[in-house]
């Protein structure tokens, strides 16, 4: 085991200060691309040999390390002349720093000029101008007939609400006053909804022609086929290495760093809040391997990039593969994959064996020197236990020593460069600039805004695309698409892409609407047609230059914003509320693939989690009824809509006791089942069936997926999003924190992949939708008796609660979907 002997290799750590922390211990990992320059890091394993005994192709060369060693200073430089120069046309760009105008020279260039022939760097003058992306419109035949249901149902709405104000029912005020003020409330919650959802729009993105502006050789002004494209940091986060196994992220970080983008141009930063060396140790193994993964990916255009994923894949792996090699470049990487996931598995041992050494060490030393010096050698002698690493140095998270600004919970952050990047350039300042302090931890937040400062002083791209550590790239191609809507002409006023959350692991029914799909097919589709979709926290590629505009204030206007537990959707709508708008990147192939919860108990607690957030923002200044100007009208209820759904859990409890409260009592919500009220209910009914319908055919939602969607909805509604009211109310007025519980991505080994859905984890939150499904049911065979031997039945009042009561309790039945090989 290299990492329990103390590394021989020069160990160039780089600990630095950051942001003071209050809550957690910030280990900043930074990571910059490999060139095959291993072995800078305690704990890294001897380099794989990248070329023993293969060979080397012409375009499947096992080396990782860019066509030269220079850093191409796309997006940096100015024109100062604003001169359109021909020979540096892939090397430099005209355009501002980061404002997406990167390869657009100025009009009176030499490039041709005029407009349509403007067409990028590279683009031979008489080639007319084409964009990188389209925006293309849904089909008329959905999208009209969706947006006149609309105003359909909302006038029948309106109709109906006044039909019930002006008709009370005298016989129980009450039951009428109850449910007509929930009505009402449903009814603005509605509008909320859908209102913003009469605009989806597609998009596609053109990669070849992205290929052949920024990629393509040209024998006068790019010689040596250096890709112009803008540079990429990938950020990601992780905060706990047992709920967050180090095996996890580090797969993540292995389909970043094979993911298909020119090496020079792409840097990976992790950020820790857990400060473990665990994950430390195992991201400095990740880094080693990936000179062998990253080859082998390209060599043979492996797909996903994500090595666990990649070899528990079904099917005949050799399918479309040509290369002779293929399968003993295959069988080595495997084997070599399998030895890493068991020296993985042993870290935690190897490092408490290599601490105990160390310690023992140290133990004696004190004690020679104690004894030297003559004292009473009986006296128990007090040694601080550190943890250490292989380099035979503490760990800095450790805190065995702490003084002022580096003790646990308040210290200076930890900035690890793990591997010298491809670029001999220096690396500017790498390590002081991060001694700043006064900024708060601020859970991912914090973390986020931590990893934007280091890496302004390394690698700096303009880009930058955050991913949580189990969220991991399925295609390698996706970020490609991302790049097309920046660089695309008019892009310069977009503050990121966001791409949609998709999730493995979940079980074939959904019962928990893990996937989400009607917000990520449906929602962010829409808002992509008005000014963005929101930021979901990962998955998401932002513009640098939309993230600093003031250093003074980070995690306030700059940055990933402080004070929720939501941080994303907060951090989206300052960039909205600034006029910046945002882009929805459906690509055909699943961009990044995450893991979800799947029992109830996680399941809630994550949407406890959100709903919290919301109600932090709606008792913020966050709240978007103060919105600028600049926020766009439909943009504007979207954010209104965040901030208020967890309030319709008040609502909704009520409601659903409604039919139990009407069955017991032998009155309804109105006075009598007349026409007018039965017509009322079939028409809105009949507008919900056909907006559903129509809804589920633009956004591709499957029928099932829409109706776990409303099934949860309620589930939720009743028991997680009530808790987070309170929770909410009780930060807002008593000014208690709120925490934010990690969902575990741990997998238990079971032979049921599933075993997990049937997990019962008891928790006060199931106990509101239990209780209204059991007093419905109880109601119901209370009623029915009751109407049975009466003498004079109210078979139309008990059929009327009866349907009522049926409704709640749809929304609890689950039918198992019995294709469960539907999954992969
Ligand atoms: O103090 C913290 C807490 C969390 N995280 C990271 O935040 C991410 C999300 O945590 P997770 O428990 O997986 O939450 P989810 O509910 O699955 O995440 C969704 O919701 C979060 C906001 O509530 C967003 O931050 C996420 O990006 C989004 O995927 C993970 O990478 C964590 O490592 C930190 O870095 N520091
Ligand atoms: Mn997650």
């Known amino acids: 085991m290299a990492s329990s002997q103390p590394s021989k290799r020069p160990s160039k750590v780089t600990v630095a200060g950051a942001g003071g922390g209050s809550t957690g211990q910030p280990v900043k990992f930074a990571r910059r691309t490999s060139s095959g320059q291993t072995g800078l890091c305690p704990g890294c394993k001897e380099p794989y040999k990248p070329n023993d005994g293969e060979d080397d192709g012409p375009t499947g060369s096992l080396s990782v390390s860019g066509p030269d060693g220079k850093r191409a200073m796309s997006l940096v430089r100015q024109n100062q002349k604003g001169e359109f120069d021909n020979k540096g046309l892939f090397n430099e760009t005209s355009g501002s720093y980061g404002i997406g105008s990167a390869y657009w020279p100025p009009d ?53 609400l006044t039909w019930r104000i002006s008709h009370p029912n005298d016989e129980a005020m009450w039951l009428w006053f109850m449910s007509i003020v929930c009505e009402m409330w449903f009814a603005f919650s509605w509008i909320l909804d859908q209102i913003p959802k009469l605009c989806p729009v597609n998009r596609s993105a053109d990669l070849q022609l992205l290929h ?15 890709s112009d494209l803008p540079g990429l940091d990938f950020f990601v986060s992780t905060a706990d290495p047992e709920k967050e196994p180090p095996l996890v992220t580090a797969n993540t970080i292995l389909s970043i760093l094979a993911v298909e983008y020119p090496v020079e141009k792409l840097a990976c930063y992790i950020s820790d809040d857990g400060g473990a060396l665990l994950t430390f140790e195992a991201m400095a193994e990740a880094c080693s391997f990936a000179d062998l993964w990253v080859p082998f990916c390209r060599k043979h255009d492996i797909e996903p990039r994500n090595p666990d994923t990649y070899f528990s894949l079904k099917g005949d792996p050799t399918k479309n593969k040509t290369r002779m090699d293929f399968v003993k470049d295959r069988r080595r990487v495997k084997r ?143 970020v490609r698409e991302g790049i097309c809507f920046m660089m695309d002409r008019g892009g310069e006023d977009i503050c990121y892409i966001q791409f949609p959350q998709r999730f493995e692991g979940i079980d074939p029914s959904d019962r928990y609407a893990n996937h989400n799909t009607v917000f990520f097919d449906g929602n962010m589709r829409a808002l992509d047609g008005v000014q963005g979709p929101f930021y979901v926290g ?111 859990s008040l609502f909704l409890i009520v409601y659903c006791f409604l039919p139990a409260l009407s069955l017991l009592s032998g009155h309804f919500i109105v006075k009598n089942l007349n026409a007018t009220f039965l017509m009322y209910l079939l028409l809105m009914t009949l507008c919900l069936i056909g907006l559903a319908v129509l809804e589920v055919r633009w956004s591709e939602v499957s029928l099932e997926d829409w109706w776990r969607n409303e099934q949860f909805w309620l589930i939720s509604g009743t028991s997680a999003h009530l808790a987070a009211v309170i929770q909410g109310l009780l930060k807002v007025m008593a000014g208690i924190e709120i925490s934010f519980t990690l969902t575990s991505k741990a997998v238990e080994d079971s032979d049921d992949a599933y075993a997990e859905l049937y997990l019962v984890k008891w928790t006060s939150l199931m106990i509101p939708p239990i209780v209204i499904a059991m007093i419905n049911v109880l109601a119901m065979v209370v009623a029915f008796s009751r109407t049975i031997y009466s003498i004079s039945p109210q078979w139309g009042k008990f059929v009327g609660g009866a349907f009522f009561s049926f409704w709640v309790l749809a929304h609890f039945l689950t039918v198992r979907n019995t294709s469960d090989n539907s999954e992969q």
Request: aromatic letters at 12%; charged letters at 25%; proline letters at 6%.
């Open 538 to 648: 990962t998955g998401c590629m932002f513009r640098r230059f939309a993230l600093y505009e003031d250093k003074t204030e980070w995690g306030d206007r700059v940055g990933w914003i402080y004070g929720s537990v939501t941080e994303d959707v907060v951090t989206g709508y300052r960039m909205h509320n600034r006029g910046w708008r945002s882009i929805y990147c459906l690509t055909k192939r699943d961009a990044f693939r995450g893991s979800a919860p799947i029992n109830l108990t996680d399941r809630l607690h994550q949407v406890l989690r959100w709903a919290t957030g919301s109600v932090e923002i709606f008792f913020s200044r966050n709240n978007a009824f103060l919105a600028s100007k600049r926020l766009k009208w439909l943009q504007r209820l979207a954010y209104i809509n965040v901030g208020v759904y967890p309030f319709t």
């Open 212 to 226: 052949d502006k920024f990629d393509t050789p040209d024998k006068v002004a790019n010689p040596e086929g250096r």
């Open 108 to 160: 009176d260039g030499g490039g041709g000029g005029g407009k349509g022939s403007g067409g990028g760097f590279g683009d031979p003058a008489d080639k007319p101008w084409r964009p990188l992306t389209r925006r293309l419109p849904m089909p008329k035949s959905i999208i009209s007939p969706y947006r006149l249901l609309i105003v359909v149902r909302f006038i029948v709405l309106c109709f109906y």
């Open 336 to 478: 070599e994959y399998d030895e890493f996931k068991v020296r993985i598995n042993n870290l935690p041992d190897s490092i408490r064996r290599r601490s105990d050494a160390f310690n023992a060490r140290e133990e004696m030393k004190i004690f020679k020197s104690i004894r030297e010096r003559g004292v009473d050698p009986t006296e128990p002698i007090k040694v601080k236990r550190a943890t250490w690493m292989a380099d035979g140095t503490h760990w800095p998270g450790t805190w065995t020593n702490p003084s002022r600004d580096h003790a646990k919970g308040d210290h200076a952050g930890i900035l690890q460069i793990m591997l010298k990047p491809p670029s001999p350039d220096p690396l500017h300042g790498s390590g002081e600039e991060e001694k700043r302090s006064g900024y708060d931890h601020n859970k991912k937040a914090g973390a986020m805004n931590a990893l934007v400062r280091s890496s302004a002083v390394l690698s700096n791209g303009p880009f930058i695309l955050n991913l949580d550590c189990d969220h991991y790239i399925y295609n390698c191609m996706a």
